[in-house]
């Protein structure tokens, strides 16, 4: 190669190959300032976290498949929460709530964002690290202390929080109405926390995004999963102070004998509602979006095929960021609002459907005529496409406001809001997991292991939660401990119980894929820098990339989809290869 | 004591404002704290306390330079800071009149937000440097804004 | 591959992005954040007093509207102080810096310490933020409980500014910053401007509508 010999760019990030790594054990991996590390670091509490709301999952699935009929081994957890292995009501309440919070706030959405905006944005920028490493090591240490209240409420006097992950005023702050205190509390506290510690990242994410990319890496250059945590991490930043000032009021009425959401002083209940959707609907862009970017990323790899319409998933994924501040009151149909928003708010969520679809629309049309390899990442993703698909159809019947009146608060809420959260962002999880291991760890997962736990997970979640759309259509509603009370709900125990055995083995499953992931962290097959043929800049470096990820600045020459390009050998052309003809002189980068 | 001579009062018209403005501060907080305490004495104190710690200031820091009224810092076009401070200055004082003035309620809301979002607009334009920044900064900057807009319109939607 | 004949470029500067350095860009982003926290309190505000207009008294029946228009005064006034650091750090001048930084520390001490005494007095006139202790002039309790809230947090955000410019005064009075190396200066600057804008709209609407 008759190459200029490259001038080494050597700042005080970048890794340079013949400096000694002089940190000590305890700066290298407990208080590490590395955004991979950091990412790891999320990654295994966040994994945890996964676990014990999984379990929580099970306790629900064995209440309602068998109602109050004791539980094998469920007496040992104790008097006040399943004597003689029967569920209390009281106990049923807490479970339901801290499933649904375990895995939104401590589970997907770190997954997501903790782990993977962490792990991918500067590599796939071409940058060091972020731009604010301590702030980033400060935004995981933050987030423990909000895991470790949470993980505390199961242990105090009263039990968890017991008001729905929604935590409605005044059911959350009259300890009358749910039996628990100090739970409700130490819940709000702990969201209160995590906000701090979202916020962090979210301030680190968009400053190295927005001044740090590598040179040549304009915006359109970028790619996908970076553009989607970018646009996340925005969502972040505005949406979750909303949430904090909310919960600070809850606080305040829950402790310290204001009356914000008290309608006996003049406060409004309907006002807990307003600022929690407010936040709450980005909040689910936040656990959706990143998770497009991924499957995107993952589609174009497996079909060697460049994305299909690149500025349109951008354009897409920035036009649902926006719609989704005006939408949130469809959460709120049924709450006694003003008929007028109603209407507004249904007509803003039914066009959010449109900028969705033309990403369906996209990831079939990058599969057409591609060279499919079905490698697990890519499986997961394809089912993604068709969860996520099903999943939106379900909230279209919901974004109707008359529709909504008989299907509010039933299972068919449920089994809408658990086929985009478990068959989308969950899959797209294990997508991102078994795609970005080799990076992470520098070793292969078990391919053939993976496949079998694609496929039974597959199969028995549809099992679980497509018949939820039927017991939703019957009447049965969220959040019951015992819904045979009623007479026309009688004959739904058979299909709760089906769900409830096809949850139970859905658990299992998993296990093949948390041993899977141990194993490999071990004594998984080594892997080269780029074990998937990819093109964007973190395949670049070894595997595991190394503390300052690149050892010169890489210099980008075009966008990461050129799979199968005419100006390549190969059927991939990543991103900082210099082009065969001399490039035209780079102009002097300026400000304008 | 160069700042206190009648040159320096003249060339730098923010000094004597400064001064000003503590002397008429601190007789406002000696007036409010002894309206409270009923206190004449309090009253005379406190102007007489306000009055020295603006002198104080502006004596020991604020000598007139060239670079307190050039257009440019170093380099770095800015605003006249002084300038800006009087406006912020008398336009509290008109908000506060016109809080008490006898017009209907929605006058009175309409003419303070005016007010207000006038004062805002000058800190983040001159104070905070906006006004010089580049254009992307301006438009991070203002994103929240559409926001904050539609959260606190539609909750006016919601009346009892 | 066939790129053999290709000249490399290594260029040392990543790619022009919001035109100014990091500290300041991630200074401004999260100020944004700041904006919604205070947009979501008060929209609480404006949702809780439209539901109950008679428990919300007329402007100063209740709060001492002189006092605080004064304290507004100082805010500003630190304001002033806090841009004239920055100028003259921008400038190389040491002794302007400290002096003037030393002047925000001042003023904004004396900002809360009114704001102290504001609350003890209306505390002692019977004026709480909870249930249990409203003003006979206020018809209820919100209006207590949203004007301990909204100015209490502002005040929060002010002791947090006072806190980290004394640690910036400590630096400056260490020769920390110089006209190339003024970060620090300025994202403090931006954040105590945000702290007086912030103010001069929540003096507006809990004092004087």
Not at chain 1, 323 to 332: E, K, P, T
Not at chain 2, 57 to 67: E, G, I, N, S, Y
Not at chain 3, 135 to 154: I, K, R
Request: glycine share 10%.
């Amino acid at each position: 190669m008759s190459t200029v010999a490259p001038t080494p760019n050597y700042s005080d990030l970048f890794h340079d190959p013949s400096h000694e790594d002089h940190r000590s054990f305890v700066q290298k991996y407990i208080f590490s300032t590395d955004h991979k590390i950091i990412g790891i670091q999320f990654l295994f509490m966040s994994l945890l976290f996964l676990l014990i709301g999984g379990l929580l999952a099970m306790l629900i699935r064995w209440q309602l498949g068998w109602p109050g009929e004791p539980m094998p081994g469920g007496a040992a957890l104790g008097e006040t929460r399943m004597p003689g292995g029967i569920m209390l009501p009281e106990f049923y309440n807490s479970v339901m709530t801290m499933h649904g919070t375990i895995m939104i706030f401590f589970a997907v959405m770190p997954l997501l964002v903790g782990v993977y905006a962490n792990f991918l944005i500067p590599l796939q920028i071409g940058a060091p690290d972020m731009a604010f490493p301590k702030l980033n090591m400060a935004s995981f240490w933050i987030a423990v202390p909000a895991g470790v209240l949470m993980v505390a409420g199961f242990f105090v006097a009263g039990g968890h929080a017991a008001a729905g992950w929604t935590s409605y005023a005044p059911l959350s702050t009259n300890p009358e109405f749910t039996g628990v205190f100090t739970g409700q509390v130490l819940w709000t506290l702990s969201l209160i926390i995590l906000g701090f510690s979202s916020l962090a990242g979210s301030v680190n994410y968009i400053t190295t995004i927005v001044n740090m990319r590598a040179p040549g890496m304009t915006w359109f250059r970028l790619p996908l999963p970076t553009w989607a945590l970018f646009i996340t991490s925005i969502l972040i930043l505005l949406a979750i102070p909303v949430l904090t000032g909310a919960l600070i009021l809850l606080l305040f009425d829950q402790t310290l004998g204001t009356g914000f959401f008290n309608a006996e002083v003049g406060g409004q209940p309907l006002l807990w509602q307003h600022l929690f959707w407010y936040f709450g609907h980005p909040e689910v862009y936040i656990l959706i979006l990143p998770a497009f970017g991924f499957v995107s990323e993952i589609i174009a790899n497996g079909a060697r095929k460049p994305v299909f319409g690149y500025h349109a998933m951008v354009g897409a994924i920035a036009s649902i960021a926006i719609l989704g501040w005006i939408v949130w009151g469809h959460h709120m149909f049924q709450s006694g609002m003003n008929p007028m928003l109603g209407a507004g708010f249904m007509a803003t969520t039914m066009v959010i459907a449109v900028p969705t679809a033309i990403k369906v629309f996209n990831w079939i049309a990058t599969l057409w005529e591609g060279d499919l390899h079905f490698h697990s990442p890519m499986l997961y993703s394809l089912a993604f496409v068709s969860m996520f698909v099903i999943g939106g159809f379900s909230g279209i019947f919901l974004a109707s406001t008359p529709v909504d009146i008989p299907l509010h608060d039933t299972y068919f809420v449920v089994a809408h809001i658990h086929y985009v959260l478990f068959g989308g962002s969950l899959f797209a999880i294990f997508a991102a997991l078994t795609y970005w291991f080799p990076k992470m760890f520098g070793r292969l997962m078990n391919e053939g292991l993976n496949k079998v736990h694609f496929y039974l997970s597959f199969i028995f979640f549809n099992l679980v939660f497509f018949p939820m759309h039927e017991l939703g259509n019957r009447g049965m509603m969220r959040r019951i401990y015992d819904y045979t009370q009623y007479g026309f709900l009688d004959g739904l125990v058979d299909i709760n119980r089906l769900i409830s055995l096809s949850a139970f083995a859905l658990f299992a499953a998993q296990l093949i894929f948390a041993w899977n992931f141990i194993w490999s962290l071990f004594k998984g097959k080594k892997s080269g820098s780029n074990p998937w043929r990819a093109n964007s800049l973190e395949w670049s470096v070894p595997s595991p990339a190394p503390h300052g990820n690149f050892t010169f600045m890489p210099t980008v020459y075009r966008g990461p989809y050129e799979y199968s390009s005419v100006e390549s050998d190969e059927d991939y052309l990543p991103q900082d290869v210099p082009p065969a003809k001399p490039p035209v002189p780079e102009p002097e980068m300026t400000l304008a | 004591m160069a700042a206190v001579t009648k040159e320096g009062l003249m060339k730098e018209p923010g000094m004597g404002m400064t001064i000003g403005g503590f002397m008429i501060g601190g007789a406002f907080f000696g007036a409010v704290d002894g309206y409270l305490l009923g206190e004449v004495v309090g009253a005379l104190a406190g102007a007489m306390v306000g009055a020295l710690i603006g002198a104080g200031l502006v004596v020991l820091a604020f000598k007139p330079r060239p670079q307190d009224t050039a257009t440019e810092i170093a380099h770095v076009p800015h605003a006249n800071y002084m300038l800006i401070w009087a406006a912020l200055f008398v336009m509290t004082i008109l908000e506060v009149g016109v809080a008490f003035l006898a017009l209907s309620k929605i006058a009175i809301i309409l003419a303070l937000l005016l007010l207000a979002a006038w004062k805002a607009l000058l800190v983040a334009l001159y104070y905070m440097h906006l006004r010089y920044e580049p254009r992307r900064l301006w438009l991070l900057a203002a994103s929240p804004l559409p926001l904050a807009i539609i959260l606190v319109s539609t909750v006016l939607f919601e009346r009892w | 591959m066939s790129q053999q004949e290709a000249v490399v470029v290594y260029p040392r500067h990543p790619m022009p992005g919001l035109g100014v350095y990091n500290l300041k860009a991630g200074m401004w982003i999260f100020l944004l954040s700041e904006v919604m926290f205070f947009t979501g309190l008060i929209g609480a505000y404006i949702i809780l007093r439209f539901a109950q207009p008679d428990a919300f008294p007329e402007p100063g029946v209740l709060l001492n509207v002189q006092l605080t228009a004064f304290n507004t005064f100082v805010l500003i006034c630190s304001s002033v102080t806090m841009v004239k650091a920055f100028a003259a750090v921008q400038n190389g001048d040491q002794r302007g810096l400290r002096l003037w930084l030393l002047a925000t520390v001042f003023l904004g001490t004396f900002f809360l310490s009114i704001q102290a005494i504001e609350y003890y007095l209306l505390g002692s006139h019977g004026f709480l933020p909870t249930i249990a202790g409203y003003a006979a002039e206020a018809g209820g309790p919100l209006y207590g409980m949203t004007f301990y809230t909204l100015t209490g947090f502002h005040g929060a955000h002010v002791s947090i500014g006072v806190l980290a410019l004394i640690f910036t005064s400590v630096k400056a009075f260490r020769g920390g910053y110089t006209p190339e190396q003024l970060g620090g200066v300025e994202i403090m600057g931006l954040y105590w401007h945000f702290v007086d804008l912030v103010w001069i709209i929540l003096f507006t609407i809990v004092y004087l509508i």
